[in-house]
C-alpha cells in the first residue's frame, strides 16, 4: 500500500507503474483522502478567508473575487463571516488554523488584540484593511483611509458644515486608530466639531445609530461613512425622518459599491482597487512577496454633498 500510495502521489515509481496505479484507482473510485494528503505533505491547498462582516457589501464582492482567483490558482478557499464579532472571529481563526489552512487572509475587527499572536505564531497571516499590532504576519495589504477621510472631511468643510459624524465599523480598540486620528486632526485644523460614532453594515441597524444623530441636540449637517453599507443607512435614515439628501443631510461613503451611483441622488464615494487588493493578497498567499502595500482610494464626487441646510 506504500508503494501505491507513493505513486499516486508522484512520489516514487516509474511512470509505467505510477499510470497503472491511477488507472486502477479510476476503476475502483478511490479518491485521497485531502487530510492524510495535508498531514504527509504538509499543505492542504486551502486558504482561509476571514471576513469582519459579510453584511457589508464590499467585503462580500472582496470575498467573491478572492473565491474566484484562489479557484484558478489551483487553491480552494474557505470563505468564513465573523458577522461584527471580534471575540468570535478569534474563535473562528483558531478553528482555521485546526483544519491546517496554507494561509489566512484576515479582515480584522479588533487588530490591537494580542490574540492574535497565536493565530500568526501558526499560520501565515495576511491582513486587509489594518495591520495586527502584537502579531507577526506574513504581509498586510492596507488602505491609505486616513488621507481619504482627511479628504472628505476637507470637502464637507469647504461647503461650510459644522457639525459632521464619522461612521466607523464597531471595532474594540482601546488605541486611537489613524481614521480617529486624522479625524481628530480636521476638527482642530477646520474648528467643526466632528463625532465618531460605531455603527454596524445591516441597513436596519445602520439607520437606527443615523437616526438618533439625527434627532439628537447636535444633529450632524454631514455624514461621512467608512462604508457604503453603512451610508445606506444614512439615506434610509433621512427618508424616515422626511429629510432630503444632500439638501438637509449630506452623505459620503466609502468602497464605491456599483449600487451607489444608483441612488437618488447618486453616493459620492471613495474607490478602493478590488483587483489590485485580489492580486495583492494571491501574490502574499503564495509568498512571492511579504512586503506590506498601501493602496489609495479614488474619490469619486457624486450628488450626494452639498452646503449645510440655512
Do not use: N
Request: charged share 20%; aromatic share 4%.
Amino acid at each position: 500500500m506504500t508503494a501505491v500510495s507513493y505513486a499516486l502521489r508522484g512520489l516514487h515509481g516509474s511512470e509505467s507503474t505510477r499510470r497503472r496505479a491511477a488507472d486502477a484507482a479510476a476503476r475502483l473510485g478511490y479518491e485521497a483522502d485531502p487530510i492524510a494528503r495535508a498531514l504527509a505533505s504538509g499543505t492542504s491547498g486551502v486558504v482561509g478567508v476571514l471576513c469582519g462582516s459579510l453584511t457589508d457589501l464590499w467585503q462580500q464582492r472582496l470575498a467573491a473575487g478572492l473565491g474566484r482567483a484562489l479557484f484558478a490558482s489551483g487553491r480552494g478557499g474557505l470563505i468564513v463571516d465573523a458577522a461584527g464579532d471580534s471575540q468570535h472571529q478569534l474563535a473562528l481563526a483558531e478553528k482555521l488554523v485546526q483544519q491546517r489552512v496554507d494561509a489566512l487572509v484576515v479582515i480584522p475587527l479588533d487588530p490591537l488584540t494580542r490574540a492574535w499572536k497565536r493565530v500568526a505564531d501558526e499560520v501565515g497571516v495576511i491582513t486587509v484593511g489594518d495591520e495586527l499590532v502584537h502579531a507577526s504576519t506574513r504581509s498586510a495589504v492596507l488602505f491609505d483611509d486616513s488621507t481619504a477621510v482627511s479628504h472628505a472631511l476637507e470637502e464637507v468643510a469647504a461647503r461650510g458644515h459644522q457639525v459632521v459624524s464619522l461612521l466607523t465599523p464597531e471595532k474594540s480598540s482601546r488605541r486611537r486608530r489613524p481614521v480617529e486620528q486624522a479625524a481628530a486632526d480636521e476638527s482642530r485644523r477646520h474648528g467643526i466639531a466632528i463625532s465618531m460614532t460605531a455603527c454596524s453594515y445591516e441597513l436596519h441597524e445602520a439607520a437606527a445609530v443615523v437616526e438618533r444623530l439625527l434627532q439628537s441636540a447636535q444633529p450632524p449637517t454631514a455624514v461621512v461613512a467608512m462604508a457604503d453599507s453603512m451610508a445606506y443607512g444614512a439615506y434610509s435614515a433621512a427618508r424616515s425622518l422626511g429629510l432630503s439628501i444632500p439638501r438637509d443631510l449630506s452623505v459620503i461613503g466609502f468602497d464605491d459599491h456599483p449600487m451607489s451611483a444608483l441612488l437618488t441622488p447618486a453616493l459620492t464615494s471613495y474607490r478602493w482597487p478590488l483587483e489590485t487588493i485580489v492580486d495583492a493578497i494571491l501574490e502574499r498567499v503564495e509568498a512571492r512577496t511579504v512586503d506590506d502595500v498601501l493602496l489609495e482610494a479614488e474619490p469619486h464626487a457624486r450628488d450626494s454633498v452639498g452646503p449645510p441646510p440655512s
